[in-house]
């Protein structure tokens, strides 16, 4: 119930007030059909969480800081909207066994293969993990960009610039083959990740 009563209100807020713009509708639809899909999106904003959330249209797990988690009302509300608490200081393996039971189970999981927020709006490197959770999960990838949230609410700013046009854009859906798949250490990880960055990357605002 908290879930879909959080995306309302995200959906009411990013319509109102930021003109959200969704380009790709039938690429989503169409990853619905296969169940367990990771999400891999750019980051830039506290808003890009909600923002794909709306987008998608479907109940997404997503990951959030651990430290969230801990108290307040933030503690409270964050395991009610589906969220993963990750540890970004160290590996954390319990986390990793639920997103990948989530995405095994035929549920949609949104990573951020870059790992945190960009300060500039720049694209940054993928993250190894990434490429662990797709190699140990075994799922196909929706990869996705946000033009438009890093200039309604950058890092650090203290309120939104209201009525900033955020745009997401949805690329196609792709799986790595088993021989890709088949890779062990950081290094065969991070290949994974960068090409999923690739993925990213390549999609551009219409």
Known sequence: MWYWIGFSLAWLLFRL???????????IRASWERGGVLIACNH??????????VAYGKKTAFLARKSLFKKGLLGWLYPRLNAIPVDQER??????KRIIKELRDGNPVLIFPEGQRTI????????????????????????MRIFGAHEAYPPGAKMPKFFTRITLCCGEMF????????????????????RVMKEVAEIKKP
């Open 91 to 96: 590996p954390d393996f319990t986390s990793l």
């Open 44 to 53: 830039t904003s506290y808003f890009d969480p909600p923002v794909v959330g």
């Open 120 to 143: 500039n709006g720049e694209l940054l490197d993928a993250e190894a993990g990434v490429g662990l959770v797709i190699a140990k999960a075994r799922v196909p990838v929706l990869p």
């Open 175 to 194: 799986e790595f083959s088993d021989e890709d798949l088949d890779v062990k250490g950081r290094e065969g990880y991070q290949a994974i990740a960068d």
């Open 17 to 27: 007030f930021f003109r959200l713009r969704v380009v790709g509708r039938d690429k």
